[in-house]
């Protein structure tokens, strides 16, 4: 992304300003706008694909495996891949990293037991068609939509297999799954990571390919049930040589991720809930 | 306080009825007097064989069979066919009003990126240099190329000619070409830009405007244009405020030639103008979301349009709304009926 | 094309000439194969094979390992095609350029995927112990149609090659007798497939051939080096002696009508026929040498 | 083709058998004590000077790339001594500052290997370096014919032999297999020639237990007019035979 | 499961000519590529990206005088059900690019595009058999939604045999079961531009397939056609308003 030193002084000028003046007028704390759905792809417990206006876009898929508890030593597994990029470059190990310690922590581990032997092991796989601007905000939303439209067959074996040697079986009626995340018990939700752009003493969510480029420092911040959660780290979104960040700058990306999470959690179940079960063309 | 807006992705113009009904004959309607086919073409599709037509872009021919080799509308200007791509990159023409981002400094020349095919080519003979027109080019200018344009600057320029193989050649020989400053950059698909006379425009909210040919758009403060005598008093102190006393600056008209001289390194300097006012930031916003509705309805891009859009857009108090889908398609539907009611649509 | 591999205009224009009045510059018809010179070594399994110019020569060899869980009851067979610059400039040793790898996937195809090899037969103990046949193809000189006479050179080691006599004894252990000891035991080769190639030339330009019905395309069986250059697509039909297609790779390039494709199959039926009887005499030469070498030293 | 030797070695050589690469040889070395044991036949050709690849290349001198392809099986650190050692060799000979940035690609591929069906049972390890010495004799012959043959310009000849002491100490360079098995040591000497005669010793590699004197005095003697012999009775008609049709218009 | 019942049914309940739905959309990518295309045929869902002609990179060193073309295909792990990794050099997939890039470099017209390039992208969603055949069919929608001039279409589709009846348009099961060949038909001709045949069949049957084959391309082809002339007539109608 090049940007002439004009342009680069007009918009950091622009964004410095107090509120920051961003170049499509989004208000600090506002999204750009989403397309999403999910449970798509037929041969996946839960699926989903979300698409920025920039064309950014990520598709995710989860798919569970029975596995003899004792020897896995994590029962979720996390994978991206970026289209027409090599698998083992860093920027991807980076992607994992995040997710993986914020989704390690915050999952229903109980939910995924089956018996005393067995229990689901959790693929979740990631795949970045295109991307503009950094694509760990675009991912957080499309794991958690792909989560809460996962749903695991029903076991019809016996629960306590301790002694008596069995392999579990299902029913096989795709109705009687049961969701990973049932929407009605008071259960919390899967976690998300959002992505701050932070310039002067000004801090706006959902930096855009533009903003990333111009801005001083970025943050990544967990978020989970309305609250914030690890892990919250600093990332330079740009590779020009970044300023620090104060704790005023952090307490106030605390206060926006909170508020605004609240919002997004709320957009992303009406979209669960909207196309549940259909496994309808995508474009 | 709206933080997000999510929506399901509709296929965006597709009637939902099954795609497989039988392919049946549709009436191919005829354009009148050259009797050629106003609907699409397919690559493939016979236009003519009538061997009269000369055969241009977008065909290729058969002894007398002429087949259309894209997808998308005949255009015939006398007896010269050829096949307009629906969409497709910019193709440049001699003369056109372009903007261009300079991707790589070589020798004696500058490659300019303008969203076409190839690379355009700015010669260094062709450019404007410091110290006005009439200074012969010598070797220290070679060596400085790069603090005239160097990678990255944007700069508006003309086409001068076309090389064997369709690349562009450009020229900056004119006091309204030049590196841009003080706004920002939008780009659009070429096939919707409506080619006219005159390419850059002052707006309502001083406001200037550059719609390039190929689809890329520069929006940027009003700097002091003589020509607009309403407020130029209060260009002409901005001028003054802006530029230290020296009266020239880039796109301004007629001065005499000392003046242009010593303040000639002016017109490659990348320093915006200080006092750019949070009101043109927020103006200049709002017009590049009225910029992307019209681009996202599809819908070809003038002045007249822009003004109507950013006219409409007005009813949206927070410019921020502007992005999302629906309040696109309204404000490209009222520029549609707006149009159609003034009656010159 | 490196190292001075292009063709000049000129050259290109007089081939493609000479081509439409039917003359190819080695002087063969256009439907004409090179004659296949097949001289087999003093080692089984070892076979130089020459067609025109075009040199190869295939290594068999055999080693007892443990077969792949999911298959306990086959055998393994690999062939290994990496072709060296000695073959010609164009080939580097590290990067497989394309044709490499067409030529490498087509010879798994005609040889391996199309079990030429009975897998089963090479079965020792179910699970446990396996032949693991290797053929090794060595690249020694390019004129053109790589593919034929590697398959040509594979198929016929593979019926020459005799592995070592085995006994297991009674706690699973194998004995493997040597050749002067025990009489070795040949391979179990189900069909021969025989690859022949054909290389398409346009004589007009590219919209006749598309849009034009006069099915004016050249078509010339077993390309040198040179026709393979200015060829605009070429084709690969495997075949064996009991009229089975084993494999057609048409990779693009010009299209052909179907009823063309039909024609050169069936004269590649009858080349494949030809060269299935060469192969199995020049095995049946070499038997009766052996045996009368043999003859000699019980004298 | 051209051989020779009476109690030595058979020698089989020919030049040009290869046309897409600039020099090209043939050679076949197999023992006269049992004839059906197979010989080691080796191919080798070589490519250049030609324009070498970005990161290869060397200011002043060209350079070399050498790649040694086994019969059977895929390239393994064996081949990678064996190019080693040939290079050691070939830097000594071959006028590299005649060809400046440039590349001379050497390939060499072994075709047979003296019945080489039981390779697999050879076994332990120091038995394969005997054979690789023998590989590695054969290498270097053909290397040297195939440098004629491609008319690259060398310092001066040069022609290596292979001898080995076996149990009941005697020296021999005709050795097959077996005796190649059980010899106590096993010596490769390289020697460069000037007017058909030995001149310096260019390289010279020895496995097994040996008495210093006997390698000083005899195995050098004895490799001496192996390599004479070699170069009088085979690469000297093998050279003639080859230029003998290039002047067919000559007579 | 038999594969064909003897009152003429398959597995799915398709008839012996019937192809597997299909539906294709183009311009699915807008912003992130010149042209692109999304093609379902049965479960097979194949996603296209082309972007180009644009500057080659390398266009300085050697001058080539034709536009060259590059086809990259990359398949998520979550398309197989046994999730196992596509590694990148995987010989399979390098040999369906090759086919790709032989096959388009005769279609599409490069003299018009001299030292550029034009890079085709491929991501596989799904994968129920005829991967190759979606592949072809989503390059040709592509490169038109791309504006970039070619000759003709290229459809492609699958036949295969059951002991005399050949079976178009054959999904993951019946590849596995039965043997077949891809074919890739220019425009409405009869010449065939690609022909892949990977398992044994008779000599004889084959004039059967490669005629139903033919059959099955250009309706695939009329359905694509019918498509594209769709969205351009919107478009036309769209723009013509300016």
Same mark, same amino acid.
């Given at each position: 992304m090049i940007l002439s030193p004009a342009e680069r002084s007009y918009l950091y000028d622009s964004l410095s300003v107090q509120p920051p003046v961003r170049p499509d007028a989004r208000s600090a704390h506002q999204f750009r706008p989403i397309e999403a759905s999910c449970s798509f792809l037929p041969n996946s417990n839960g699926s989903s694909r979300v698409r920025l206006s920039d064309g950014g876009e990520a598709i995710v898929s989860v798919k569970t495996q029975v596995v003899l508890t004792k020897n896995e030593s994590s029962l979720i597994s996390i994978d991206v891949d970026i289209n027409k990029e090599?698998?083992?470059?860093?920027?991807? @190990?980076?992607?994992?990293?995040?997710?993986?310690?914020?989704?390690?922590? @915050?999952?229903?581990?109980?939910?995924?037991?089956? /018996?005393?032997?067995?229990?689901?092991?959790?693929?979740?796989?990631?795949?970045?068609?295109?991307?503009?601007?950094?694509?760990?905000?675009?991912?957080?939303?499309?794991?958690?939509?792909?989560? @809460?439209? /996962?749903?695991?067959?029903?076991?019809?074996? /016996?629960?306590?297999?301790?002694?008596?040697?069995?392999?579990? /079986?299902?029913?096989?009626?795709?109705?009687?799954?049961? @969701?990973?995340?049932?929407?009605?018990?008071?259960?919390?939700?899967?976690?998300?990571?959002?992505?701050?752009?932070?310039?002067?003493?000004?801090?706006?969510?959902?930096?855009?390919?533009?903003?990333?480029?111009?801005?001083?420092n970025g943050l990544i911040v967990g978020f989970a049930n309305g609250e914030i959660v690890p892990p919250v780290q600093s990332t330079n979104l740009s590779n020009r040589d970044s300023k620090g960040i104060s704790p005023k700058h952090i307490l106030k990306a605390y206060s926006m991720v909170r508020n605004c999470g609240k919002e997004v959690v709320k957009a992303l179940n009406t979209v669960v809930s909207s196309d549940d079960d259909v496994f309808t063309s995508i474009y | 306080m709206d933080v997000i807006s999510i929506i399901r992705p509709k296929v965006t113009g597709y009637d939902e009825e099954d795609s497989d009904v039988e392919m049946s004959d549709v009436e191919v309607n005829l354009d009148k007097d050259s009797g050629l086919k106003t609907d699409v073409v397919t690559p493939g599709e016979l236009v003519t064989d009538d061997p009269i037509w000369m055969r241009g872009h977008g065909t290729y021919f058969l002894n007398e069979k002429t087949y259309s080799a894209v997808a998308g509308s005949i255009l015939k200007v006398n007896r010269l066919l050829s096949v307009i791509p629906l969409r497709g990159r910019y193709q440049p023409e001699t003369g056109d009003h372009i903007i261009g981002r300079i991707k790589e400094v070589g020798h004696k020349r500058w490659k300019v990126d303008i969203g076409g095919k190839q690379d355009a080519v700015l010669m260094l003979g062709s450019v404007n240099l410091p110290g006005g027109v009439l200074r012969r080019k010598s070797e220290s200018d070679e060596l400085q190329m790069r603090n005239f344009l160097k990678e990255g600057d944007l700069l508006n320029a003309e086409v001068q000619s076309l090389f064997q193989d369709g690349a562009a050649s450009l020229h900056t020989r004119s006091l309204k070409y030049g590196k841009l400053r003080n706004g920002y950059f939008v780009k659009v698909p070429s096939s919707l830009i409506v080619?006219? %006379?005159?390419?850059?425009?002052?707006?309502?909210?001083?406001?200037?405007?550059?719609?390039?040919?190929?689809?890329?758009?520069?929006?940027?403060?009003?700097?002091?244009?003589?020509?607009?005598?309403?407020?130029? %008093?209060?260009?002409?102190?901005?001028?003054?405020?802006?530029?230290?006393? %020296?009266?020239?600056?880039?796109?301004?008209?007629?001065?005499?030639?000392?003046?242009?001289?010593?303040?000639?390194?002016?017109?490659?300097?990348?320093?915006?103008?200080?006092?750019?006012?949070?009101?043109?930031?927020?103006?200049?916003?709002?017009?590049?979301?009225?910029? %992307?509705?019209?681009?996202?309805?599809?819908?070809?891009?003038?002045?007249q349009r822009i003004v109507t859009a950013y006219e409409a857009s007005m009813a949206y108090e927070n410019a921020g709304s502007l992005i999302d889908v629906e309040v696109m398609e309204n404000i490209g539907s009222d520029v549609i009926n707006g149009e159609k009611m003034r009656g010159n649509g | 094309m490196p190292k001075g591999i292009d063709v000049s205009n000129v050259a290109k224009d007089f081939e493609l000439e000479s081509l439409k009045q039917g003359l190819r510059l080695d002087g063969r018809k256009l439907n004409e194969f090179r004659d296949v010179e097949i001289n087999i070594g003093n080692s089984y399994g070892s076979v130089d094979v020459k067609l025109g110019k075009t040199r190869i020569a295939v290594r068999i060899s055999a080693e007892i390992v443990a077969p792949f869980e999911d298959r306990p009851f086959e055998g393994l067979f690999m062939i290994n095609t990496e072709i060296s610059p000695m073959a010609s400039a164009m080939f580097e040793s590290g990067r497989q350029s394309d044709e490499e790898i067409l030529i490498s996937r087509l010879i798994e195809k005609a040889v391996r995927r199309s079990n030429a090899l009975d897998l089963e037969s090479l079965c020792i103990i179910a699970g446990e112990k396996c032949w693991s046949i290797r053929a090794d193809i060595h690249y020694l000189d390019y004129d053109g149609n790589f593919a034929d006479i590697s398959c040509i050179g594979v198929l016929c080691a593979l019926l020459h090659f005799k592995k070592p006599d085995i006994t297991i004894n009674e706690h699973q252990e194998i004995i493997v007798h040597p050749i002067n000891e025990r009489v070795p035991v040949p391979l179990s080769i189900l069909?021969?497939?025989?690859?022949?190639t054909f290389a398409f030339f346009n004589p007009n330009d590219v919209e006749e051939n598309i849009k034009g019905d006069s099915n004016a395309e050249l078509i010339v069986v077993d390309p040198t080096m040179g026709e393979e250059l200015l060829a605009y697509g070429s084709l690969t039909l495997t075949m064996n002696k009991n009229r089975e297609l084993v494999q057609i790779s048409k990779a693009g390039g010009l299209s052909i009508d179907a009823m063309v494709i039909m024609d050169c199959s069936n004269l590649a039926y009858e080349i494949a026929c030809r060269i299935t009887d060469q192969i199995r005499e020049a095995i049946k030469a070499d038997d009766a040498k052996r045996a009368e070498k043999r003859l000699e030293i019980r004298l | 083709m051209s051989s020779g030797g009476s109690d030595e070695l058979i020698y089989e050589a020919k030049l040009s058998v290869l046309n897409r690469v600039d020099g090209s040889a043939q050679l076949s070395i197999s023992s006269r004590k049992d004839l059906d044991e197979g010989e080691l036949g080796i191919i080798c050709s070589i490519t250049g000077p030609i324009e070498s690849k970005a990161r290869q290349e060397s200011p002043q001198q060209s350079n070399l790339e050498i790649s040694v392809m086994p019969h059977i099986g895929v390239a393994s650190t064996r081949e990678k001594l064996l190019e080693y050692k040939l290079k050691l060799v070939l830097d000594r000979v071959i006028d590299s500052f005649e060809y400046p940035r440039q590349l001379i690609q050497i390939v060499l591929q072994i075709l047979n290997k003296p019945n080489y069906e039981d390779d697999t049972t050879i076994g332990s390890d120091d038995m394969n370096d005997f054979f690789s010495l023998n590989d590695l004799n054969g290498c270097l012959i053909s290397t040297y014919l195939a440098l004629i043959d491609s008319g690259i310009s060398m310092k001066s000849s040069f022609l290596s032999s292979c001898c080995i002491i076996n149990s009941n100490n005697q020296l021999t360079t005709d050795f097959n297999k077996n005796d190649l098995i059980n010899s106590k040591s096993a010596h490769l000497i390289v020697y460069d020639l000037r007017n058909g005669k030995c001149n310096n010793l260019i390289y010279s590699e020895s496995i097994g237990e040996f008495d210093e004197q006997i390698f000083f005095k005899n195995v050098l003697d004895k490799c001496k007019k192996e390599i004479e012999n070699l170069n009088t009775k085979v690469i000297k008609n093998c050279i003639t035979e080859k230029f003998k049709n290039d002047y067919i218009w000559k007579a | 499961m038999e594969v064909y019942s003897p009152e003429g049914l398959r597995a799915d309940g398709r008839r012996w000519n019937e192809v597997r739905n299909f539906k294709c959309h183009i311009n699915t990518h807008q912003n992130s590529s010149d042209g692109s295309s999304y093609v379902e045929m049965g479960n097979t869902k194949v996603v296209c990206l082309v972007s180009g002609p644009m500057e080659s990179p390398s266009s300085g060193r050697k001058p080539n005088s034709s536009s060259n073309l590059t086809v990259s295909i990359s398949m998520p792990s979550f398309v197989s059900n046994s999730r196992k990794k596509f590694k990148k050099n995987d010989k399979r997939i390098q040999e369906l690019c090759i086919f790709l890039v032989k096959t388009f470099e005769q279609i599409v017209i490069m003299k018009n595009y001299p030292r550029t390039i034009i890079s085709i992208s491929?991501?596989?969603?799904?994968?129920?058999?005829?991967?190759?055949?979606?592949?072809?069919?989503?390059?040709?929608?592509?490169?038109?939604?791309?504006?970039?001039?070619?000759?003709?279409?290229?459809?492609s589709i699958n036949v295969g045999l059951y002991d005399t009846t050949p079976l178009l348009d054959l999904n993951h099961l019946e590849e596995n079961d039965l043997s077949f060949l891809t074919l890739g038909v220019v425009g409405k001709s009869e010449k065939i531009s690609l022909l892949l045949l990977e398992d044994k069949l008779s000599l004889d049957n084959l004039e059967k397939l490669l005629a139903i084959g033919i059959v099955g391309c250009h309706r695939i082809r009329d359905i694509m056609d019918q498509e594209i002339r769709r969205h351009g007539n919107l478009r036309l109608s769209k723009i013509t308003n300016k």
């Amino acid at each position: 992304m090049i940007l002439s030193p004009a342009e680069r002084s007009y918009l950091y000028d622009s964004l410095s300003v107090q509120p920051p003046v961003r170049p499509d007028a989004r208000s600090a704390h506002q999204f750009r706008p989403i397309e999403a759905s999910c449970s798509f792809l037929p041969n996946s417990n839960g699926s989903s694909r979300v698409r920025l206006s920039d064309g950014g876009e990520a598709i995710v898929s989860v798919k569970t495996q029975v596995v003899l508890t004792k020897n896995e030593s994590s029962l979720i597994s996390i994978d991206v891949d970026i289209n027409k990029e090599r698998d083992d470059s860093n920027f991807i @190990k980076n992607l994992i990293s995040s997710l993986e310690s914020i989704l390690l922590k @915050k999952f229903p581990i109980e939910k995924l037991k089956l /018996t005393e032997r067995y229990s689901f092991k959790v693929y979740i796989d990631c795949f970045i068609l295109s991307h503009n601007s950094y694509p760990l905000g675009l991912l957080s939303l499309c794991i958690y939509l792909a989560l @809460k439209s /996962t749903r695991l067959p029903l076991l019809t074996s /016996t629960v306590n297999d301790r002694e008596i040697e069995e392999q579990p /079986t299902f029913n096989d009626d795709w109705e009687a799954s049961k @969701k990973l995340f049932e929407p009605s018990e008071h259960q919390d939700d899967p976690p998300l990571l959002f992505v701050v752009g932070i310039i002067g003493n000004n801090v706006f969510i959902d930096p855009s390919n533009e903003e990333e480029e111009v801005s001083e420092n970025g943050l990544i911040v967990g978020f989970a049930n309305g609250e914030i959660v690890p892990p919250v780290q600093s990332t330079n979104l740009s590779n020009r040589d970044s300023k620090g960040i104060s704790p005023k700058h952090i307490l106030k990306a605390y206060s926006m991720v909170r508020n605004c999470g609240k919002e997004v959690v709320k957009a992303l179940n009406t979209v669960v809930s909207s196309d549940d079960d259909v496994f309808t063309s995508i474009y | 306080m709206d933080v997000i807006s999510i929506i399901r992705p509709k296929v965006t113009g597709y009637d939902e009825e099954d795609s497989d009904v039988e392919m049946s004959d549709v009436e191919v309607n005829l354009d009148k007097d050259s009797g050629l086919k106003t609907d699409v073409v397919t690559p493939g599709e016979l236009v003519t064989d009538d061997p009269i037509w000369m055969r241009g872009h977008g065909t290729y021919f058969l002894n007398e069979k002429t087949y259309s080799a894209v997808a998308g509308s005949i255009l015939k200007v006398n007896r010269l066919l050829s096949v307009i791509p629906l969409r497709g990159r910019y193709q440049p023409e001699t003369g056109d009003h372009i903007i261009g981002r300079i991707k790589e400094v070589g020798h004696k020349r500058w490659k300019v990126d303008i969203g076409g095919k190839q690379d355009a080519v700015l010669m260094l003979g062709s450019v404007n240099l410091p110290g006005g027109v009439l200074r012969r080019k010598s070797e220290s200018d070679e060596l400085q190329m790069r603090n005239f344009l160097k990678e990255g600057d944007l700069l508006n320029a003309e086409v001068q000619s076309l090389f064997q193989d369709g690349a562009a050649s450009l020229h900056t020989r004119s006091l309204k070409y030049g590196k841009l400053r003080n706004g920002y950059f939008v780009k659009v698909p070429s096939s919707l830009i409506v080619r006219s %006379k005159n390419h850059s425009h002052q707006l309502p909210g001083n406001i200037s405007i550059i719609l390039g040919v190929n689809g890329y758009i520069w929006i940027s403060k009003n700097v002091s244009s003589n020509f607009d005598s309403t407020n130029s %008093k209060t260009n002409k102190h901005e001028a003054k405020l802006v530029n230290h006393g %020296k009266e020239y600056n880039p796109g301004q008209g007629t001065l005499s030639i000392p003046k242009l001289e010593e303040s000639s390194w002016e017109i490659y300097s990348d320093k915006n103008d200080p006092d750019i006012s949070e009101s043109i930031r927020s103006t200049i916003a709002r017009y590049v979301n009225c910029i %992307k509705c019209l681009s996202h309805c599809e819908i070809g891009i003038t002045e007249q349009r822009i003004v109507t859009a950013y006219e409409a857009s007005m009813a949206y108090e927070n410019a921020g709304s502007l992005i999302d889908v629906e309040v696109m398609e309204n404000i490209g539907s009222d520029v549609i009926n707006g149009e159609k009611m003034r009656g010159n649509g | 094309m490196p190292k001075g591999i292009d063709v000049s205009n000129v050259a290109k224009d007089f081939e493609l000439e000479s081509l439409k009045q039917g003359l190819r510059l080695d002087g063969r018809k256009l439907n004409e194969f090179r004659d296949v010179e097949i001289n087999i070594g003093n080692s089984y399994g070892s076979v130089d094979v020459k067609l025109g110019k075009t040199r190869i020569a295939v290594r068999i060899s055999a080693e007892i390992v443990a077969p792949f869980e999911d298959r306990p009851f086959e055998g393994l067979f690999m062939i290994n095609t990496e072709i060296s610059p000695m073959a010609s400039a164009m080939f580097e040793s590290g990067r497989q350029s394309d044709e490499e790898i067409l030529i490498s996937r087509l010879i798994e195809k005609a040889v391996r995927r199309s079990n030429a090899l009975d897998l089963e037969s090479l079965c020792i103990i179910a699970g446990e112990k396996c032949w693991s046949i290797r053929a090794d193809i060595h690249y020694l000189d390019y004129d053109g149609n790589f593919a034929d006479i590697s398959c040509i050179g594979v198929l016929c080691a593979l019926l020459h090659f005799k592995k070592p006599d085995i006994t297991i004894n009674e706690h699973q252990e194998i004995i493997v007798h040597p050749i002067n000891e025990r009489v070795p035991v040949p391979l179990s080769i189900l069909h021969i497939p025989i690859c022949v190639t054909f290389a398409f030339f346009n004589p007009n330009d590219v919209e006749e051939n598309i849009k034009g019905d006069s099915n004016a395309e050249l078509i010339v069986v077993d390309p040198t080096m040179g026709e393979e250059l200015l060829a605009y697509g070429s084709l690969t039909l495997t075949m064996n002696k009991n009229r089975e297609l084993v494999q057609i790779s048409k990779a693009g390039g010009l299209s052909i009508d179907a009823m063309v494709i039909m024609d050169c199959s069936n004269l590649a039926y009858e080349i494949a026929c030809r060269i299935t009887d060469q192969i199995r005499e020049a095995i049946k030469a070499d038997d009766a040498k052996r045996a009368e070498k043999r003859l000699e030293i019980r004298l | 083709m051209s051989s020779g030797g009476s109690d030595e070695l058979i020698y089989e050589a020919k030049l040009s058998v290869l046309n897409r690469v600039d020099g090209s040889a043939q050679l076949s070395i197999s023992s006269r004590k049992d004839l059906d044991e197979g010989e080691l036949g080796i191919i080798c050709s070589i490519t250049g000077p030609i324009e070498s690849k970005a990161r290869q290349e060397s200011p002043q001198q060209s350079n070399l790339e050498i790649s040694v392809m086994p019969h059977i099986g895929v390239a393994s650190t064996r081949e990678k001594l064996l190019e080693y050692k040939l290079k050691l060799v070939l830097d000594r000979v071959i006028d590299s500052f005649e060809y400046p940035r440039q590349l001379i690609q050497i390939v060499l591929q072994i075709l047979n290997k003296p019945n080489y069906e039981d390779d697999t049972t050879i076994g332990s390890d120091d038995m394969n370096d005997f054979f690789s010495l023998n590989d590695l004799n054969g290498c270097l012959i053909s290397t040297y014919l195939a440098l004629i043959d491609s008319g690259i310009s060398m310092k001066s000849s040069f022609l290596s032999s292979c001898c080995i002491i076996n149990s009941n100490n005697q020296l021999t360079t005709d050795f097959n297999k077996n005796d190649l098995i059980n010899s106590k040591s096993a010596h490769l000497i390289v020697y460069d020639l000037r007017n058909g005669k030995c001149n310096n010793l260019i390289y010279s590699e020895s496995i097994g237990e040996f008495d210093e004197q006997i390698f000083f005095k005899n195995v050098l003697d004895k490799c001496k007019k192996e390599i004479e012999n070699l170069n009088t009775k085979v690469i000297k008609n093998c050279i003639t035979e080859k230029f003998k049709n290039d002047y067919i218009w000559k007579a | 499961m038999e594969v064909y019942s003897p009152e003429g049914l398959r597995a799915d309940g398709r008839r012996w000519n019937e192809v597997r739905n299909f539906k294709c959309h183009i311009n699915t990518h807008q912003n992130s590529s010149d042209g692109s295309s999304y093609v379902e045929m049965g479960n097979t869902k194949v996603v296209c990206l082309v972007s180009g002609p644009m500057e080659s990179p390398s266009s300085g060193r050697k001058p080539n005088s034709s536009s060259n073309l590059t086809v990259s295909i990359s398949m998520p792990s979550f398309v197989s059900n046994s999730r196992k990794k596509f590694k990148k050099n995987d010989k399979r997939i390098q040999e369906l690019c090759i086919f790709l890039v032989k096959t388009f470099e005769q279609i599409v017209i490069m003299k018009n595009y001299p030292r550029t390039i034009i890079s085709i992208s491929i991501v596989v969603l799904s994968q129920d058999g005829g991967l190759l055949p979606s592949c072809v069919n989503a390059i040709t929608l592509a490169l038109i939604d791309a504006g970039i001039s070619m000759y003709d279409y290229v459809s492609s589709i699958n036949v295969g045999l059951y002991d005399t009846t050949p079976l178009l348009d054959l999904n993951h099961l019946e590849e596995n079961d039965l043997s077949f060949l891809t074919l890739g038909v220019v425009g409405k001709s009869e010449k065939i531009s690609l022909l892949l045949l990977e398992d044994k069949l008779s000599l004889d049957n084959l004039e059967k397939l490669l005629a139903i084959g033919i059959v099955g391309c250009h309706r695939i082809r009329d359905i694509m056609d019918q498509e594209i002339r769709r969205h351009g007539n919107l478009r036309l109608s769209k723009i013509t308003n300016k």
